[in-house]
């Protein structure tokens, strides 16, 4: 059993940045791929950004490509979301998970077994 916890959520202008991170207790998730969701309201739930079990191989979704960043650290047990010129429709609620059955980014949210409760970001015109 693993328990994912994010933190970084926040209220923020169009144009800033945050940092999301997801911090890992419980059974290890160094080898499990990783990824990030968020879920509008009235919105089915979106994939966002996906990291391979070394930090080599990463998935983005084209809506944020080229402005967030998905990073991982396996000794301290964090995945990090940085997000940059964030947009009033990249307002979500940004959950972390991890996917035990592959070593790889993936973008298929059937591969992830195990999900933090979410942290809120909103970004505001």
């Known amino acids: 059993q693993a328990q994912l916890v994010e933190s970084g959520g926040g209220l923020v202008q169009a144009g800033g940045s945050l940092r999301l991170s997801c911090t890992a207790s419980?059974?290890?998730?160094?080898?499990?791929?990783m990824g990030w969701f968020r879920q509008a309201p009235g919105k089915e739930r979106q994939f966002v950004a996906s990291?391979?079990?070394?930090?080599?191989?990463?998935i983005y979704a084209d809506s944020v490509k080229g402005r967030f960043t998905i990073s991982r650290d396996n000794v301290r047990k964090k995945v990090d979301l940085k997000m940059n010129s964030l947009k009033p429709e990249d307002t979500a609620i940004y959950y972390c998970?991890?996917?035990?059955?592959?070593?790889?980014?993936?973008?298929?949210?059937?591969?992830?077994?195990?999900w933090g409760l979410g942290t809120q970001v909103t970004v505001s015109s």
């Open positions: 998970a991890a996917a035990p059955r592959t070593t790889q980014a993936t973008y298929n949210a059937q591969e992830y077994d195990y």
């Open positions: 419980g059974r290890t998730i160094s080898y499990d791929g």
């Open positions: 990291i391979s079990w070394n930090g080599v191989g990463t």
